[in-house]
């Protein structure tokens, strides 16, 4: 069965007074007081532009029941809008306006050409089988359909919390249905399976990105050395929260790529925690067989009880990788991460923001760190309207031009490679290569687009601000373009 998004239910909701879009908003607001655009302007770039609020009867083991679904378009100063769709209890109105708004920033930063959406169905995934998330998902999708809620130049939905492929694919087959004579159906929805039009890399993207995004960070000594840390990742110590698709690849990246030590894993039932580190394979292969990260024999198992105390444990980077709101006024004086590394979406209310600012805490923040996900859906789109997979028509030719270049460096040199280096050097390039490049090249161009905001320009607080003057300035400047402004 494909893995969902994100598959953490920790909700700290409940602890926090301000709703979640106030607080985007509070965070947009600190970015626009330093720009000079007119206020109406700024005004319309904040407010949600279009939301749909259905709700529909599917029968369910012999009764009908009910479900409520959202769709928000937060944002067409570029079309088409784009973001996840997230099947979870705690989904209403505001937290769908939040995440599509997230979404209009996150794009901006990254470049990628859409305005921000979110939808999301108010149902926890695990109380219905598959059958019944189909009909769930498929009846969804011909609601969107009807309202012009989703379509290849308008609106583009992709996995988020509680969704994956398995459910892409349903919308893709469903739009399918309704649009046989769109050439561009499948442009309709991205994260699909491979086989249905996906695009290879897009699974661990979010959390590929999240890596790159958190390397680049780290990198920076002015930004580290104030927190009492050496540049790089090696040997960081860290605990995520959220060990579905974004949780666990960005905490493999980190632990196999950068040499991180991962100390605590956090789950909707409890906790894992081990100082000297835990095995992020060796876990997910415990959690495939027993169905839960709890009792894996390496590590200490903390109870549900206990479970949100370990956001408090010391380490390096906390990694928050599952729902908004996690970090909030009330646990934000006792972290004692040094980092905040976003790769939820809202994991950080404003409220807890200000605490942590104080503490001289570092938020990496989500509008750019995980932005990866909807990087490598750009591509999956790009894919799908342009009807070739990416590297078709350049990989053979490169392997070619890489052959001569070899034989002319051999004959120069009088010297010939060993087979491994001749191998590494012939390859040109497949889809998965390109996708790993672009977004790695995408992730490092927007962290020191946002660094250079946040060392250069008067009065930035933080990278959060920097990344909000970044996405502010794009989306003014694309509405002057537009030229809605006579
Ligand atoms: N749900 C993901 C996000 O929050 C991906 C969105 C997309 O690919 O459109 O960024």
Not at 236 to 254: D, P, S, T
Not at 399 to 415: D, F, P, S
Not at 419 to 428: A, I
Request: hydrophobic residues 40%; negative net charge.
């Amino acid at each position: 069965m494909p893995v969902a998004e994100e598959s953490v239910a920790t909700v700290a909701k409940e602890h926090e007074t301000t709703p979640f879009f106030e607080s985007v908003n509070r965070n947009f607001a600190r970015a626009a007081a330093l720009l000079n655009y007119p206020r109406g302007l700024l005004e319309q770039i904040r407010v949600c532009n279009k939301v749909y609020y259905v709700q529909f009867p599917v029968r369910i083991r012999g009764e009908i029941q009910v479900i409520q679904g959202w769709r928000a378009e937060h944002s067409h100063h570029r079309l088409p809008c784009k973001g996840g769709i997230r099947y979870a209890e705690t989904v209403d109105l505001d937290e769908i306006m939040a995440l599509a708004a997230l979404m209009t920033y996150k794009c901006a930063i990254v470049n990628v050409p859409f305005g921000g959406a979110k939808g999301g169905i108010k149902i926890n995934p695990r109380n219905y089988t598959e059958e019944e998330l189909e009909r769930i998902t498929r009846r969804y999708t011909v609601e969107l359909i009807q309202k012009n809620f989703i379509g290849p130049s308008l609106d583009v939905p992709a996995p988020d919390y509680g969704t994956g492929a398995r459910e892409m694919a349903w919308i893709a087959d469903t739009y399918m249905a309704f649009r046989p004579d769109d050439i561009n159906a499948l442009a309709c929805v991205t994260g699909k399976p491979v086989e249905q039009g996906g695009v290879r890399g897009r699974t661990e993207a979010t959390g590929l990105g999240v890596y790159f995004g958190i390397r680049e960070a780290l990198s920076v000594p002015e930004l580290v050395r104030p927190l009492g840390l050496e540049p790089g990742i090696e040997g960081k110590r860290v605990i995520v929260q959220g060990f579905g698709n974004v949780g666990y690849h960005a905490a493999k990246f980190l632990q196999q790529e950068g040499g991180a030590i991962i100390t605590a894993v956090i789950e909707w039932d409890g906790a894992v925690y081990n100082p000297d580190g835990i095995d992020v394979e060796d876990l997910a292969r415990h959690r495939r067989e027993t169905g839960s990260i709890l009792h894996y024999p390496r590590a200490k198992t903390i109870p549900l009880e206990e479970r949100d105390s370990v956001l408090e444990y010391e380490c390096d980077i906390l990694l928050p990788a599952a729902l908004e709101s996690q970090i909030h006024r009330y646990n934000a004086p006792r972290i004692q991460a040094k980092i905040i590394a976003e790769a939820a979406n809202g994991p950080t209310t404003a409220a807890a923001e200000e605490i942590l600012e104080r503490r001289g805490i570092l938020v990496i923040p989500d509008i750019f760190l995980n932005a990866g996900g909807v990087v490598v859906s750009y591509f999956e789109w790009l894919k799908n309207i342009s009807h070739v997979r990416l590297g078709r028509l350049e990989k053979r030719f490169e392997e070619r031009t890489n052959q001569q270049l070899i034989e002319m460096v051999e004959r120069l040199t009088g010297q010939s490679l060993t087979p491994r280096e001749r191998q590494l050097l012939l390859r040109g390039p497949g889809e998965e290569d390109l996708v790993r490049s672009g977004l790695e090249d995408t992730m490092i161009a927007a962290f020191h687009e946002i660094w250079h905001i946040y060392k250069e320009r008067k009065g930035v607080p933080n990278l959060r601000t920097a990344a909000f003057v970044c996405a502010i300035d794009k989306i003014a400047t694309a509405y002057f373009q537009l030229g809605i402004f006579p």
